[in-house]
């Protein structure tokens, strides 16, 4: 490997040919000398480090035929000098951080065949002086910045082979004069801002192999002379502004290998007719809103290894013809099928993922799976099947994903999926699972999301969760676990999500944040279960802590001021910390039927107010005291909760005038002037039993033994943006 520079005595070498200096580390500019160096017939410096401009002195060299100078890191604009090489052939300068425009001087290339500029930054139209190339056979200007229309003289380059525009910023049609490349075989006009119809001449144009046409606004039909095209490949369409129904004629592409028609509004069914592409090896049709039953002559199709027909609105049960002995990746979800899963299916050993979700199947999971040594991913969730989890399928060594989410399987999960070594996400949520979760779970060390919510699992939480070093997800909420949370998710480093709300767990959290540092938790609910003790300094200490949810447990004391450490918390929902029904920590006073129980008291941290990020603050129901304070100007809190605590003080003008999707600060002490009130569309804001003392009004009844004080106060309650306002009257008596 060469390093250093280009010398600038290669100037001094008359007699070049031929300079060779690709797939090195050579650094700094291309010295303007080489120009000097009269005879090169082909200089190759791709693959370097140049980190410079192209020399205009290159201009210079007219009997040179090839400049190859791709992937080293060229800048600045292409010379127009470069138009002077009356000799070349071979202009390659691919993936460079060229910028500028092609220079119109390159029309006099007349000796021209390739020309290959792709992943640039260069922008502008194509020169129209382009259609004077007419021995160009490849013309590659993928990923630039190019804008405008593509010169209808581009249809005079006879000779052209490959014409790459894909990733710019083309528009208008595709040039009529197309039509006449007969000697055409690559077009790819992918990712621009191409309109109009898609031409019905590209299905005459003979030797056209490659069609992509994709992420365009193309409009109309497809047409159906696509058809005629005898030695097309790969016909690709996706996401345009299609409609209409798929053209039988396309069956008699006999050659063709992938047919990509996804997201375009497609109606109609499947032609059976496609059941004659004998070469097809994809076939993507989803997201589209074809109708009615799958055909069975799609079982013909022998070589087909992907086939993607979900998102559209097909019916009936899956085609037990619906196999083939190269199929990879089958995916038919989300559509209306019924039936149950074909055995047929289970025969595709080289099958690698099957998607049949979001359908409406039925029957038990077929043992079957166990056959396909090579699945990776199972995506079987919002159906209807029923019965457990089957043994057998702890012999899918390879499963990489398994999703059976909003089914109605029962039973527990088996020990026997430990074997699945090779798991990295489970999805079991809402379905009728009970039992416990496997001790020895740990044992799926890759695993990085399990999800198994909303079913009916109970006992307590495995230790060996601590040994999945990979978990970024932990979501078990709404089952019936109980125990302390083990203080082995303290390890769990990489942990983002955090979710066991919803269960009867116990015991206090302090050692379960002990490597709070070291934690990378954003997402952390806790609500719902019967933890205690005082809620830990150390969890407001993990870096990017967002959300925090501790509501609805058995927690007291006071709340920790080190919360305004977590600078990214975006929710805070604190509501009734000690209100759990069933909290063991209550004390039963003698001979009476009274129960104290600890809550959570103190004062309100002000810092809270402060926090830069915060969103949601959900703190009712406690027994909190003190005030509030005023919060800034730019804050981005619009959920505010504070209600039934013991705050007193008047209400901040800050708080009274900011716009607030929900503002609760009902069964409170607040008193003082409240006139600033604002509230966005469908705001709600409760105050009631706030005494505003601006308002207060006492009036004296005088009698013989007695004085009484009718009290007037205002309960306001302001919903909707409408504020109604109702009277009431205490009278209270003094002595």
Not at 73 to 95: A, C, K, Q, R
Request: hydrophobic share 40%.
């Amino acid at each position: 490997m060469l390093m250093g520079s280009i010398f600038s005595e290669v100037g001094n070498l008359k007699q070049l040919e031929y300079l060779f200096l690709n797939d090195n580390f050579l650094q700094g500019p291309i010295p303007s000398e080489l120009g000097l160096a009269s005879s090169l017939v082909r200089v190759v410096i791709s693959n370097n480090e140049i980190y410079s401009s192209i020399p205009s002195a290159l201009g210079l060299l007219t009997g040179l035929q090839s400049l190859e100078c791709s992937r080293a890191h060229l800048t600045g604009v292409i010379p127009s000098e470069l138009g002077n090489l009356s000799s070349l052939v071979l202009l390659d300068m691919h993936t460079n951080e060229l910028s500028g425009i092609l220079p119109y001087e390159l029309c006099q290339l007349v000796n021209l065949e390739a020309l290959k500029a792709r992943n640039n930054m260069i922008h502008g139209t194509i020169p129209e002086c382009f259609g004077n190339l007419r021995n160009l056979e490849a013309l590659d200007l993928a990923s630039n910045t190019f804008n405008g229309t593509v010169p209808a003289s581009v249809g005079n380059i006879t000779t052209l082979q490959t014409i790459n525009l894909f990733q710019n910023e083309f528009s208008g049609f595709i040039p009529a004069k197309v039509e006449n490349l007969t000697m055409l075989r690559f077009l790819s006009l992918a990712s621009n801002e191409f309109s109009g119809v898609i031409p019905s001449y590209l299905g005459t144009l003979p030797n056209l192999q490659y069609i992509f046409i994709e992420n365009n606004r193309m409009t109309g039909s497809i047409p159906s002379e696509l058809g005629l095209s005898n030695s097309l490949i790969h016909l690709s369409m996706n996401r345009n502004n299609l409609f209409g129904t798929i053209p039988r004629s396309l069956g008699m592409l006999t050659k063709l290998r992938n047919l990509n028609v996804m997201a375009c509004s497609l109606t109609g069914t499947i032609p059976p007719e496609l059941g004659n592409l004998s070469s097809l090896i994809t076939l993507d049709f989803h997201e589209n809103s074809l109708t009615g039953t799958l055909p069975s002559e799609l079982g013909l199709l022998t070589r087909l290894g992907f086939a993607f027909l979900s998102k559209n609105n097909f019916t009936g049960t899956l085609p037990s013809t619906l196999h083939s002995p190269w199929m990879e990746f089958l995916d038919v979800g989300h559509n209306l099928l019924t039936g149950s899963l074909p055995l047929t299916l289970f025969n595709q050993s080289k099958l690698k993922g099957l998607d049949v979700a979001h359908n409406m199947l039925t029957s038990t999971l077929p043992s079957e799976f166990k056959n396909l040594k090579l699945l990776r991913n199972i995506y079987l969730e919002a159906n209807a099947f029923t019965g457990s989890l089957p043994l057998e399928w702890s012999d899918i060594s390879r499963l990489n994903y398994l999703n059976l989410h909003n089914n109605f399987l029962d039973g527990s999960i088996p020990n026997e999926y430990l074997k699945l070594t090779e798991l990295e996400e489970i999805f079991l949520y809402e379905n009728y699972l009970t039992g416990t979760i496997p001790s020895q779970i740990g044992l799926l060390s890759l695993l990085l999301n399990i999800d198994v919510h909303s079913n009916s699992l109970s006992g307590t939480i495995p230790t060996s969760f601590g040994d999945m070093a990979s978990l970024y997800y932990l979501q078990f909420h709404d089952n019936f676990l109980s125990g302390n949370i083990p203080s082995s998710l303290s390890k769990l480093s990489s942990l983002l999500v955090l979710e066991l709300q919803g269960n009867e767990l116990t015991g206090r959290l302090g050692h379960v944040f002990s490597n709070e540092k070291d934690m990378s938790i954003e997402n952390l609910d806790l609500s719902d279960n019967f933890l205690s003790g005082r809620i830990p300094d150390g969890l407001f200490d993990i870096p990017h802590l967002r959300t925090v949810a501790l509501s609805s447990n058995c927690f007291y004391n006071t709340l920790p001021n080190r919360i305004c450490n977590a600078r990214s918390l975006s929710v805070v929902s604190f509501d009734g910390l000690g209100s759990a029904d069933k909290c063991s920590d209550g004390f039963t006073v003698p001979f009476t039927k009274v129960t104290l129980r600890p809550t959570v008291d103190g004062t309100l941290p002000q810092c809270l107010f402060s926090l830069e990020n915060l969103t949601v603050l959900h703190i009712a129901g406690n027994k909190l005291s003190g005030t509030i304070s005023d919060i800034p100007p730019e804050s981005k809190l619009y959920d505010l909760s504070l209600a039934h605590n013991h705050l007193s003080g008047t209400i901040p003008v800050s708080i009274q005038r900011k716009k607030f999707d929900n503002l609760d600060l009902s069964y409170n002490k607040f008193g003082g002037l409240c006139s600033y009130l604002l509230t966005s569309d469908g705001a709600k804001i409760a105050l009631e039993e706030i005494v505003f003392l601006a308002i207060f009004l006492a009036v004296f009844l005088m009698q013989e033994d007695s004085m009484f004080f009718l009290i007037i106060y205002f309960h306001a309650e302001i919903c909707l943006g409408m504020t109604k306002i109702s009277m009431s009257i205490a009278v209270v008596a003094a002595s």
